[in-house]
């Protein structure tokens, strides 16, 4: 029988909201606990020649412009492409720190437009899932800030209202909600990868073929 390809799931949301935590004990859940092929990696992938430019910028140590900043990150995911698409093929499931939403979201948030930024990304490897972590907007928790570009208690709200946009826009889009009831304090990591392991789950059960649609395409 021929290989089952994995899922290509995704994690978005703000800066430190806890997907790279999230991520990993999923990533250890699925390889030694379930014997699932699988993957990690993060966009920007700072490893290539891109993504060396991606991270002087995010560090302050070099300037491009909005346009241009916007392109590379795109760039930097059509430049891992083949190989993630080969090894879905090969079976094993990615888990991804960010992807296209992202680069939508914080474009949008300094003043870009929306179809704009997307294009650059149509018809890259469409996800599975995409697990997206929020908090409720009454809620005060979170929004820590960072030393790096864009990581300061302002612009992380601009880019979260451009992140609700994306809300519940199919059927792949998951809301992960970070904060408890009772809106003051992060919900237990276990509590949260629980619920993701759910979506996992039935996600990997929902793969039947292992045709790979592109996202952003009408089809
Ligand atoms: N970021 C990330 C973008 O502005 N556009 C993108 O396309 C992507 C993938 O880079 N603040 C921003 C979001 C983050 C920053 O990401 C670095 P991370 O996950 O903190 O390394
Ligand atoms: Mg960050």
């Not at 021929?2 to 390889?31: M, P």
């Not at 995010?58 to 090894?87: P, V, Y």
């Not at 209202?161 to 998951?174: A, P």
Request: proline share 1%; aromatic share 12%.
């Amino acid at each position: 029988m021929a290989t089952k390809r994995g899922a290509l799931i995704i994690f978005e949301g703000l800066d430190r909201i806890g997907k790279t935590t999230q991520s990993k004990l999923l990533f250890e859940y699925l390889s030694n606990e379930c014997g699932i092929l699988c993957e990690r990696l993060a966009f920007p992938d700072r490893s290539t020649q891109i993504g060396s430019l991606i991270d002087a910028y995010l560090q302050r140590k070099i300037e491009f412009n909005d346009h241009t900043i916007h392109l590379l990150f795109s760039a930097n995911r059509w430049e891992c492409i083949d190989s993630m698409r080969t090894k879905l093929l090969q079976g094993y499931t990615l888990i991804v720190d960010r992807y296209a939403y992202s680069g939508v979201a914080f474009s949008q948030a300094k003043g870009l437009d929306k179809l704009w930024c997307q294009s650059c990304d149509i018809g890259l490897l469409k996800p599975d899932l995409v697990l997206y972590f929020h908090r409720e907007k009454q809620s005060n928790c979170l929004l820590y800030t960072g030393d790096e570009r864009y990581e300061t208690k302002q612009f992380q709200e601009k880019v979260e209202f451009y992140f609700e946009q994306f809300r519940s826009s199919s059927h792949q889009w998951k809301d992960i909600n970070v904060i408890n009831k009772d809106n003051t304090n992060m919900r237990d990591k276990e509590s949260i990868q629980n619920e993701i392991r759910l979506y996992v789950k039935d996600c990997l059960e929902g793969i039947k073929t292992n045709h790979i649609e592109e996202l952003w395409k009408e089809n």
